[in-house]
C-alpha cells in the first residue's frame, strides 16, 4: 500500500480529513446564475468580468490554481502581474456566451498536470504572457468571425510569438492534513530579461456583508513574515512567506465607490491590492495591515531561461522555521504520487498512455469546486441588499425552492461550465472511481439527497435551468461504481451505498413515467436530453410544428433505465428476496418499452425503420406522423438497453426466475422481442436487450462503417452520410436542414458552443463500447462482425470495441510523426517542448481531424478515457 493508499483509507475511515484543504476554487464566479439579481435573468450581464476585481461574490470564490478547505471559508491562489496588463490577473479570463462566435469561451493557457485524490500533491501551470493581455482584441475579433469558424484565441494574437511569456507552474504539498505548501516555480521562455510580480492570495469568503451581525473573519499580520487567519468555525491559520515579501491587506468587500459612484463608501476594498501594486496607490491597502483579503508581494526580475521560485506554507500550526522541511516535504509529495499511479498504472506500458492517463485524472481531481446555491435565499434577497425584482418569482429556477447546496462537486470545467451537470456529473464518477471511490460514490449519493432532488422526483439539470431533462443515468453510475469499488475492495461491495442510492431513484423513475410518457403507451419523449442541437428542432422547446416527438433515444434510455434498475434490485436481492418482487417489476416494464418501440399505435408502427435498418425519431403532429430520416446517435442508443444474466443470479433467486418464466410463457409475444432470451448464450448467460441479433448487427455494421458514423478518432454523432444528403424536413412552408458538421456548430442554438451534429463525443463512445463489452459477454469469441464495415476483415465484438478505444486515444496520443490530433494545425502546440506534452481534454472533438472543440478544460466526461486506457482484467 503507498502512502497516498493509506491517506486514502485514513480519510475513508474518519481518522484524518485529508480531503477538507483542495482545489476547491472555481475558475469563474462572475457570470453565473448564482451571481445574477436581474429581473431578466441575463447573468452574463448582470456580474461581468470587469466588476469581479472590485465587486464581492455572494455565492463562491474564484481564482487562479486555487485552493480552500471544503465550505470555502479560506481561499488562496495565484495572482501576477507582468507591469503591462491593466490590472493583476487574478483570474481568468474569457469571452461571455454572447461575446464569442461559439459562445463563452476561456481565453487562458492552463494545464492540470497532476493531482493524488487527496490533494496531498497537487501540480498545475499557467502560461503568462510577457506582454499586455489582448483583452480588447479578443473581444472585438471573435464576434465577427463567422459561426463556422473556430474561434479566434489567444495564440492567434501573437502574444506567444518569440515566446515571450512566463511558465508559471503551481504545486501543492501537504506535510499533514491541515499544513499545507504552497510553491510557485516561474520559468521566463522569451529572449530577453522579463519583470514579474507573485502575489500568493489568502482571504475570506465574504459571509458577513449580507446578514445583519453576522461574524466577519479577519487576517492579520504576524511578528515575522506571515498573517494570522481568524475564523470562529474554522480556528485560527497562518500563511507563512518565505523572505521578506512586502504584506498587503484589504478588504474581500466591495468597492461601491469604483462600481457605483458613492462617495460615502470609504475603507480598503476587494481591489486595494490590484490598486496598490497596478496604480501605485498605497492608499487603497490598510496601513494598519489588517483586513479579510492579504498577499505577500514578490518581486524578480527573471533572467531569459531564468526561474525564480516562491514559497508559502498555510497551516494551523505555530512554526519557528516554516520552510525548513518545505523542500523534503514537496520532494516527499512529489514521490508519493509517482509511487501511487506507478500502482494504478502497472499494466499500462506506454510512457505517453501513462502521461496522457495521469493528466486526465489530474483534471478530474483539480475540477472538483466547492458550489454554494441556496434558492431560497436567492430568491429572496439578503436583508442588507437590494429587494430582487419580482420578475424572478415565475424565473430561472423558481420551481425549485427545496435546493440549498454547500458541497463539493465535480464540475464539467470550473471556468466555462463552473456548476454541476446532472448526467455530466454520473459519467465523472467511473474515472473518479479510479482513484477515489468513496468521492464518486458521495457524488451519485448527493444528486439524489433531498436538498438537490425535487419533491416529484425529477433529478436538478444544471444551474441554467434546474427544470431540464437529460438523458437518465444515474442507475448505470450507480451500478458501475458499484462494480469498480467491489473490485478494488474484494469484497461483496459496498451494498448500504447501492440501496441508498436505489430508493431515491425509484421516485426518478416514477417521474419519467409520470411526466415523459405523454400517451402512457411507454414511448418517452424526454425533450432536450443533453444532445443540444442533434434534431431538426430544439427538443427542449415547444415544437413549431405542434405535437409532440416520439423520441428513439428517450425511449432506449428509459429501456436502458429499467435494466440498470433490475440489475441493482437483483444484487440487492442477493441479500434481502424482497427486492426479487422490483427486479420483477423493472423487467417487465422493460418489456413493455420493447413493445412499444415495435408497435406503440398497435398497427406495426415502430421507431425501427426496416427499409434503412435503424431507428428514428417519430415526429407525431395532428396531421399525422412522420418518420424523422435522420442518422444520428439517437438511432445508436438503442444499443445501450442490454444487460448478460450470469445463471449463478438466476439459481441464487429462484422468485425471481420463477416469475420471469412464468411471464414470458404468458406473453410469449414479449418474449420474442428480447434477444435470445431462451437461448443460452457463453457461460449459459441469458441476454435481455431492445436488439434482436439482427437489428444489432444491422446497426453495428453502421457504426463500424467508415463513410457513416466511424472516424478514425471514434464514433460520430451523426452519419457523415448527411455531408453529401442534408436531411430536409418540410413543414408548413418552411424547411429544416440538418447537416453534417464534424467541428463547430454553424448556428445558435443552446448558444452555439456546443454541436451534436458531427462530432466525437466521449460520454456516448463510452457507453457503446461498454454495450459491446456486454454483448461479446453473452455471443462469445465465435461471433464475428466485419471491422471496419466493407473491409472484409471479421473480428469479436470485444476486438471491435477494442478498436474503438485505440481510435478514441489515438485523440491524445502522439502518432508516428509525434503529432496529437487534439491540437489540430496549431503547430507551437504540436511541437514546442513546452507545449506538446502537455494535453487538454476538450468537450468534444472533430468528428473527422480528432482536433479537440469546445470547452478546452472540460476534462469532465472526457476524463472517461482514462477509464477506457486502464487495461481490462482478463476473467
Request: hydrophobic content about 35%.
Amino acid at each position: 500500500m503507498t502512502a497516498e493508499h493509506r491517506r486514502l483509507a485514513d480519510a475513508d475511515r474518519g481518522k484524518a480529513k485529508w480531503r477538507r484543504w483542495g482545489p476547491y476554487l472555481s475558475e469563474r464566479q462572475w457570470g453565473t446564475v448564482r451571481e445574477d439579481y436581474s429581473h431578466d435573468g441575463n447573468a452574463w450581464s448582470n456580474f461581468p468580468f470587469e466588476q469581479a476585481s472590485s465587486r464581492a461574490y455572494r455565492w463562491g470564490e474564484d481564482g487562479i490554481a486555487g485552493f480552500s478547505d471544503d465550505q470555502q471559508r479560506l481561499c488562496l491562489a495565484l495572482a501576477l502581474w507582468n507591469e503591462r496588463d491593466p490590472y493583476l490577473k487574478e483570474r481568468l479570463f474569457g469571452l461571455t456566451g454572447p461575446e464569442g462566435n461559439h459562445g463563452e469561451d476561456v481565453k487562458e493557457y492552463y494545464y492540470y498536470l497532476d493531482a493524488t485524490p487527496t490533494h496531498a500533491y497537487l501540480k498545475m501551470l499557467y502560461k503568462y504572457p510577457q506582454g499586455e493581455y489582448p483583452y480588447t482584441e479578443l473581444r472585438e475579433r471573435n464576434p465577427g468571425w463567422a459561426k463556422h469558424y473556430p474561434e479566434f484565441e489567444l495564440i492567434d494574437t501573437g502574444l506567444f510569438d518569440q515566446d515571450r511569456y512566463f511558465d508559471v507552474f503551481v504545486e501543492y504539498a501537504k506535510a499533514s492534513p491541515d499544513d499545507i505548501i504552497m510553491v510557485i516555480t516561474a520559468h521566463n521562455r522569451g529572449p530577453d530579461p522579463a519583470p514579474l510580480h507573485v502575489l500568493p492570495t489568502l482571504w475570506f469568503r465574504n459571509t458577513w456583508s449580507w446578514t445583519i451581525g453576522a461574524p466577519k473573519p479577519t487576517i492579520a499580520k504576524l511578528d515575522g513574515a506571515g498573517v494570522e487567519a481568524k475564523h470562529e468555525k474554522l480556528g485560527t491559520f497562518r500563511l507563512y512567506c518565505d523572505g521578506s515579501p512586502d504584506l498587503l491587506f484589504c478588504e474581500n468587500e466591495t468597492n461601491f465607490r469604483k462600481l457605483y459612484g458613492s462617495n460615502q463608501s470609504t475603507g480598503y476594498f476587494k481591489d486595494g491590492i490590484n490598486s496598490c501594486i497596478v496604480e501605485g496607490d498605497k492608499s487603497a491597502v490598510n496601513p494598519e495591515s489588517a483586513g479579510s483579503k492579504a498577499a505577500p508581494h514578490y518581486y524578480a526580475n527573471i533572467p531569459a531561461g531564468g526561474s525564480a521560485t516562491f514559497r508559502v506554507r498555510l497551516t494551523n500550526a505555530e512554526l519557528a522555521n516554516p520552510f525548513a522541511d518545505a523542500d523534503a516535504t514537496l520532494v516527499q509529495a512529489r514521490q508519493d504520487a509517482d509511487d501511487y499511479y506507478a500502482d494504478l498504472q502497472r499494466d499500462l506500458a506506454d510512457p505517453d498512455a501513462r502521461r496522457v492517463q495521469r493528466q486526465a485524472l489530474a483534471g478530474m481531481i483539480w475540477t472538483k469546486q466547492f458550489y454554494y446555491y441556496d434558492v431560497p435565499e436567492w430568491l429572496n434577497g439578503d436583508p442588507t441588499q437590494p429587494t430582487p425584482p419580482p420578475q424572478r418569482r415565475q424565473g430561472r429556477n423558481a420551481d425549485w425552492n427545496h435546493v440549498n447546496t454547500a458541497d463539493v462537486l465535480s464540475m464539467p470545467d470550473k471556468w466555462e461550465y463552473p456548476w454541476f451537470a446532472a448526467w455530466d456529473l454520473a459519467f465523472h464518477c467511473l474515472p473518479l472511481a479510479l482513484v477515489d471511490p468513496e468521492f464518486a460514490k458521495e457524488q451519485l449519493v448527493l444528486l439524489t439527497r433531498e436538498w438537490y432532488s425535487h419533491p416529484n422526483g425529477q433529478l436538478p439539470a444544471y444551474e441554467w435551468n434546474f427544470g431540464d431533462v437529460n438523458p437518465p443515468v444515474h442507475a448505470w453510475a450507480t451500478w458501475r461504481v458499484f462494480e469498480i469499488d467491489r473490485k478494488r475492495r474484494g469484497d461483496g461491495g459496498d451494498l448500504r451505498f447501492l440501496e441508498r442510492v436505489f430508493h431515491k431513484l425509484l421516485l426518478n423513475f416514477t417521474w419519467w413515467v409520470n411526466r415523459k410518457d405523454v400517451e402512457g403507451r411507454n414511448i418517452f419523449q424526454g425533450g432536450f436530453l443533453g444532445l443540444d442541437n442533434i434534431g431538426v428542432f430544439d427538443r427542449s422547446r415547444p415544437l413549431p410544428t405542434g405535437g409532440h416527438i416520439n423520441q428513439a433515444d428517450g425511449t432506449s434510455w428509459m429501456a436502458m433505465y429499467c435494466l440498470n434498475m433490475m440489475r441493482i434490485a437483483l444484487e440487492l436481492a442477493r441479500h434481502n428476496d424482497v427486492y426479487e418482487d422490483i427486479a420483477t417489476k423493472f423487467f417487465e416494464h422493460f418489456l413493455h418499452i420493447a413493445e412499444a418501440m415495435t408497435d406503440f399505435q398497435g398497427c406495426g408502427t415502430g421507431l425501427w425503420d426496416d427499409e434503412d435498418k435503424f431507428y428514428y425519431d417519430m415526429l407525431r403532429t395532428e396531421g399525422g406522423a412522420y418518420r424523422m430520416r435522420l442518422r444520428s446517435m439517437v438511432g445508436l442508443i438503442p444499443l445501450f438497453a442490454v444487460e448478460v444474466l450470469e445463471p449463478e443470479v438466476l439459481e441464487k433467486l429462484p422468485g425471481f426466475h420463477r416469475r420471469l418464466k412464468w411471464f414470458l410463457n404468458y406473453r410469449p409475444d414479449l418474449a420474442a422481442l428480447v434477444s435470445r432470451w431462451q437461448e443460452p448464450g457463453a457461460g449459459q448467460r441469458r441476454l435481455l436487450s431492445l436488439l434482436r441479433g439482427h437489428r444489432m448487427k444491422r446497426l453495428l455494421a453502421r457504426v463500424l462503417d467508415e463513410s457513416e458514423f466511424l472516424s478514425d478518432y471514434g464514433v460520430r454523432a451523426i452519419s457523415k452520410v448527411h455531408e453529401a444528403h442534408p436531411f430536409r424536413f418540410e413543414f408548413g412552408g418552411e424547411q429544416h436542414v440538418v447537416t453534417y458538421l464534424p467541428g463547430e456548430s454553424d448556428s445558435y442554438m443552446f448558444g452555439g458552443n456546443s454541436n451534436w451534429r458531427g462530432p466525437i463525443w466521449m460520454p456516448v463512445n463510452f457507453l457503446l463500447i461498454e454495450s459491446m463489452q456486454r454483448f461479446h459477454h453473452y455471443y462469445g469469441d465465435d461471433f464475428k462482425i466485419e471491422c471496419p464495415t466493407g473491409s472484409g476483415s471479421y473480428v469479436t465484438i470485444l476486438e471491435a470495441s477494442e478498436e474503438l478505444i485505440r481510435r478514441l486515444a489515438r485523440i491524445f496520443l502522439r502518432d508516428a510523426g509525434g503529432r496529437r490530433a487534439v491540437f489540430g494545425d496549431v503547430e507551437k502546440f504540436q511541437t514546442d517542448p513546452h507545449f506538446r506534452d502537455y494535453v487538454w481534454f476538450y468537450e468534444y472533438f472533430h468528428g473527422d481531424t480528432g482536433r479537440g472543440v469546445g470547452a478546452s478544460h472540460q476534462t469532465g466526461w472526457t476524463g472517461l478515457i482514462a477509464k477506457l486506457m486502464q487495461p481490462r482484467k482478463k476473467p
